[in-house]
């Protein structure tokens, strides 16, 4: 298996700590900075205000983009399209709104304004190993996020996906992610998270499909 350099990883993230305000949105299995297969998407979120910042940093830097990357895809209810950079084997999935898919024709929509808002405020700030730091998302929100891309994006509870879930789910504000859910999935949300806490994902989908209490 062919990984990406590490040191490529770590120079990226380097950039933008000194120059740009981002948040990593997903490390599964910890694959950031030293597992990363070639090819696979590193998905940031960027401030809005740093667009222009963030294209110029990428270009002087060796980046291209790729604008055929999501060139179909239908972006709703003022989502920023995706914008994706590459260099050396290294993919850029950038986003500037937490979005997920809707599952009839798969537009892509934002998640609530008060979502959007505490990803940014509630950031932390994650280190690996002596040399290495990146800002992601806080427990909450990191909770939130993966459960909604398993259930509209991925529509399946990968075995990756489901392990940070778990880890998460006995580190979060419950209240607050309840608070959180009910703008995504209203009178769902004690349901799943009970499938959530008795680790019964085989089950999200179909019932979340199927659900007609609202």
Known sequence: MSLVKVQDIKYIF?????????????????????????????????????????SK???????YENNSHCSSDIYLYGVDKYRQFIKNDVLLDIQFQLMARSLDAGQWIPLDQIIQESAWKNKRLEQRGNNFVYWTLGYDDEFICLVVRSIFDK????????????????????????????????????????????????????????????
Do not use: A, C, H, W
């Open 155 to 214: 529509k399946e509870f990968q075995n990756g996906y489901k392990k940070n879930i778990n880890k998460l789910f006995l580190m979060i504000d419950k209240d607050e992610v309840i608070k959180k859910l009910n703008m995504v999935f209203f009178k769902f949300t004690p349901y799943l998270m009970d499938m959530i806490e008795r680790q019964d994902y085989d089950k999200v989908i179909i019932n979340y499909l199927q659900f007609k209490e609202y």
């Open 14 to 54: 380097g950039l933008f700590n000194n120059n740009i305000e981002y948040i990593l949105l997903r490390n599964i299995d910890n694959k950031i900075p030293n597992r990363l297969e070639l090819m696979s998407d590193i998905d940031i979120l960027v401030n809005k205000s740093d667009t222009n910042k963030l």
């Open 57 to 63: 940093l990428l270009t002087e830097s060796g980046y």
